[in-house]
C-alpha cells in the first residue's frame, strides 16, 4: 500500500494547496469559479475528447462491466434512501443524500489520477463509470427531485434531463470523441498537440480547484454527512467489488479499475445540484469535505488491494 500511497500523495497534495489557497483567500471564490469553469469546459473536455477520439466504442461499452457497476450502485443507493426514509426526510432530500452514496469525483479526480496510476488503458472503465454516473443517476436525481415537488410526473421534467445531458460539456466531449472515432479520421498533428496541451492542464488544474472550492465548504450535519462518507468511500467500492468480481465477473484488471472509481471521494457536482434546487447543500458540503479529507488514505488502500486482483 506504501508505493500506491506515496504515487497518490502528489495528487492529494495539489488538492491541499488549492484548500491552502482558498482558505487564505490568496485564491477567491469568484477565482476558484473561474478556474473550475475553464477545466470543467476547456482542458477536461479536451482531455476527455482526445482519449475518446483515441479510443473505439467497443473498448468502452463492456455490458458486464456496466452492470456490475449498476448493480452496486444500486444496492448503495437503495441502502442511503431507506435510512434517510429512516430518519422522515423527504423524497428529495434521500434523492441528494443517496446521489452523495454512490457519486464519486469521476472527472476532476478519476480520469486523470487512474489514468496515470492504473496507466493509460483504464480510461475506458473510468470513462464508462463517468458516463453511468453522468446519464443514469444525474437524470435520476433531477426526475425524482422535480416529480416530488409537482406530485407527478411530466414532458417539462424530461425536457429539463434531456437539456442538462445536452449542454453537459463532458457528455460532449466523450460523444464527439467516439464519433470521430468511428469515423476513423485521423487526428491531424497540429490538432493533436492542441490537444495535448489544452488536456494537460485538466490534472492540476482540476485537482487544485476541488481543493479551492473545498475551502468553502462548511461541515454542518456532521453525522450525516460521515454516515454519507462511509458509504461512499466503504459501501460503495465494496458492492461495485462484489459485483464485478462474482455476479457480473470482468477481467480482472477492468475491475480493479471499476472498484477504485467507485472508491473516489463524493463529487463536486452533487453540491451544485442540491445548491440549485435548494435541497440540504450543507450536509452535501460536509460529505464532500469529510470524504475528500478521509480518501487521502482509503484510496489508496483501494487501488493497492485491486491492483492486487
Avoid at 142 to 148: A, H, K, M, Q, Y
Avoid at 192 to 202: K, Q, S
Avoid at 242 to 249: E, G, M, R, T, Y
Avoid at 277 to 288: D, E, F, K, Q, T
Wanted: aromatic content about 12%; charged content about 10%.
Amino acid at each position: 500500500m506504501l508505493p500506491i500511497f506515496l504515487k497518490t500523495l502528489p495528487f492529494f497534495a495539489i488538492i491541499g494547496l488549492g484548500y491552502w489557497a482558498g482558505r487564505t483567500r490568496f485564491f477567491s471564490a469568484e477565482a476558484t469559479a473561474y478556474l473550475t469553469k475553464f477545466v470543467f469546459f476547456f482542458a477536461l473536455s479536451a482531455m476527455l475528447f482526445r482519449f475518446a477520439a483515441n479510443l473505439s466504442l467497443a473498448e468502452v461499452l463492456n455490458w458486464r462491466l456496466m452492470g456490475g457497476y449498476l448493480w452496486g450502485c444500486a444496492v448503495v443507493y437503495g441502502l442511503a434512501t431507506v435510512v434517510a426514509f429512516l430518519r422522515k426526510q423527504d423524497v428529495a432530500t434521500a434523492a441528494v443524500e443517496a446521489q452523495c452514496a454512490v457519486i464519486g469525483n469521476a472527472g476532476f479526480l478519476g480520469v486523470p489520477m487512474l489514468t496515470l496510476l492504473m496507466g493509460p488503458e483504464a480510461i475506458g472503465p473510468v470513462m464508462m463509470v463517468l458516463a453511468v454516473d453522468l446519464i443514469v443517476f444525474s437524470s435520476l436525481i433531477v426526475i425524482l427531485i422535480t416529480g416530488s415537488r409537482d406530485g407527478r410526473m411530466s414532458l417539462g421534467i424530461l425536457r429539463t434531463v434531456g437539456g442538462g445531458l445536452i449542454r453537459n460539456p463532458m457528455i460532449v466531449a466523450i460523444s464527439l470523441g467516439f464519433i470521430w472515432s468511428a469515423l476513423e479520421i485521423p487526428i491531424p498533428g497540429p490538432m493533436n498537440e492542441f490537444l495535448a496541451i489544452l488536456g494537460g492542464a485538466a490534472t492540476p488544474g482540476a485537482l487544485f480547484a476541488i481543493g479551492a472550492s473545498l475551502a468553502t465548504k462548511s461541515a454542518e450535519r456532521v453525522e450525516v454527512a460521515l454516515w454519507l462518507t462511509f458509504c461512499k468511500l466503504v459501501l460503495h467500492p465494496l458492492f461495485v467489488a462484489i459485483a464485478v468480481l462474482w455476479l457480473f465477473p470482468i477481467d480482472a484488471y477492468s475491475a480493479s479499475v471499476v472498484i477504485a472509481a467507485a472508491a473516489l471521494p463524493v463529487a463536486g457536482n452533487v453540491y451544485m445540484l442540491a445548491q440549485h434546487y435548494g435541497v440540504a447543500p450543507h450536509r452535501v458540503s460536509a460529505a464532500i469535505l469529510f470524504s475528500t479529507a478521509i480518501s487521502i488514505g482509503t484510496v489508496s488502500a483501494v487501488i493497492a488491494w485491486s491492483l492486487q486482483l
